[in-house]
């Protein structure tokens, strides 16, 4: 017998109730898109690999040892997107899209991105991301707050009260170079306790070091020093500002001296989102703020600040009422059964169908074969709101699942009461 396929490794599919949830965690995010005057784009799945070199780093785990590389076919080297900044970043240059007098951009998108992981709970190796970046030439303190408020916003909407925000402020460059010296002589002298990454990282960027999910190490990283005691004073003052804002909107979170984030881009603000409780300590999105990427790229100098949601982790947070009450606003609203097998039941099931489709209500029919007890199994099922039967003689009755009762009703009134979007 022929080998049965399976999906590779830490990928997914998605489907039945996860897919109905999946897309409403969209739905919400792109109407908090549309509040917040975000425009859509879609970029390439691939890119050529420098791109993401350049961009996320070369002393980052993602570039080091989670990129996908393509094979090449003699043209450029390409890689799977390990993220989607990079891109967006590059399509801004090449399209111009800065060339506008109606600073700052807002870009909003979703879409797979692929991580060489190891496959665990709540990490993939195609993972989901939704998010966005505001770009401008100097971004000022309510387009960063404004970025932060649609990120918290939109969580707290999905998931309720129960999440916060771990937030650093890394600082400019100047605060960041005094910061890796520093980190530089605290390390020396641990170096051969330390795993072989974090000793590459010590060269190539010991901010990395902090990131460094080996228990030894990650301890180790608790007592080194902070960002904190490198800030200018104007920096100190402007991350208490941000933080006296977060306050006013009621925005939950805890200041973390040593948050870096993995990717090499960031200065100034950078967050992750945490459930308060539940069984995944897994950040739920991150995001940041970067100030040299696009001159990096050969771009103008800009500034910017996005954030990416974790799809597949918003995902594993609903619980089973959270659950419930999103597969109630997908129930079905109408099963429709026959009881009259004849050529007008058909049509009477058609006409129907039609009928209530075009007041756009969703709507099946069970087919003509099938028995009205497994019928009815079926609609309750299906989540169903309500069961419209046809008699023999075509005459109608409803059933409102939620009450329990079933009565008459003309097909005059049933149109009516459609139309008047009374069910
Ligand atoms: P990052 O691009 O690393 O800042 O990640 C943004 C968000 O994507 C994280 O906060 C996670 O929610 C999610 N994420 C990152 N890596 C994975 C993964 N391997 N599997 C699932 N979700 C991930």
Redesign the pocket.
């Known amino acids: 017998m022929a080998e049965q396929i399976i999906k590779p490794r830490g990928t997914q599919d998605i489907f039945g109730d996860n897919k109905k949830i999946y897309d409403y965690i969209t739905s919400v995010l792109d109407r908090y898109f549309k509040n917040y005057g975000v425009n859509k784009i879609d970029i390439p799945t691939f890119e050529e690999t420098k791109l993401f070199i350049r961009s996320v780093g070369e002393s980052t785990d993602?570039v080091n040892k989670e990129i996908y590389n393509l094979e090449s076919k003699g043209e450029h080297q390409t890689s799977l997107r390990p993220?989607f900044t990079a891109g967006i970043m590059r399509a801004l240059i090449e399209n111009k899209l800065y060339a506008t007098p109606d600073l700052p951009l807002k870009l909003g998108y979703y879409g797979s991105v692929y991580?060489y992981?190891r496959p665990q709970k709540?990490?993939?190796?195609e993972?989901h991301?939704g998010g966005v970046e505001f770009v401008d030439n100097n971004l000022d303190i309510i387009t960063k707050i404004d970025c932060l408020n649609l990120f918290y916003s939109a969580a707290k909407e999905l998931l309720g009260d129960n999440i916060y925000l771990v937030i650093n402020y890394l600082g400019a460059e100047d605060a960041r170079k005094k910061w890796r010296e520093a980190l530089r002589e605290f390390f020396k002298s641990h170096l051969d306790t330390m795993c072989e990454d974090c000793k590459r990282r010590f060269e190539v960027n010991p901010l990395r070091i902090l990131d460094c999910k080996v228990e030894h190490d990650h301890e180790l990283g608790l007592n080194a020093p902070n960002i904190t005691d490198f800030l200018s004073e104007e920096d100190k003052k402007y991350y208490d500002d941000i933080c006296t804002e977060l306050d006013n909107l009621g925005i939950k979170y805890k200041r973390d001296p040593h948050l870096v984030?993995?990717?090499d881009y960031y200065t100034g603000i950078v967050f992750?989102?945490y459930l308060e409780q539940g069984d995944l300590p897994?950040?739920?999105?991150?995001?940041g703020q970067y100030a040299n990427l696009t001159a990096e790229l050969n771009g103008p100098k800009m500034e910017g600040i996005g954030f990416?949601?974790?799809l597949?982790?918003l995902l594993m947070c609903f619980n089973e009422s959270l659950k419930s009450d999103v597969l109630n606003k997908y129930a079905l609203d109408f099963f429709v059964y026959s009881f009259n097998k004849n050529p007008e039941g058909v049509k009477e099931i058609n006409d129907i169908l039609k009928t209530i489709r075009n007041s756009n209500y969703s709507a099946i029919a069970a087919p003509m074969t099938k028995a009205f007890g497994g019928s009815l199994k079926q609609a309750a099922r299906m989540n169903t709101k309500y069961l419209l039967l046809i008699n023999e003689d075509l005459s109608l009755e409803i059933k409102d699942f939620s009450k329990r009762e079933q009565q008459k009703i003309s097909k005059e009134e049933f149109t009516k009461m459609l139309s008047e979007r009374k069910f």
């Open positions: 993602i993220e991580r992981e709540g990490r993939y190796r993972l991301q984030r993995g990717l992750e989102l897994l950040a739920l999105g991150a995001g990416s949601f974790g597949d982790r």
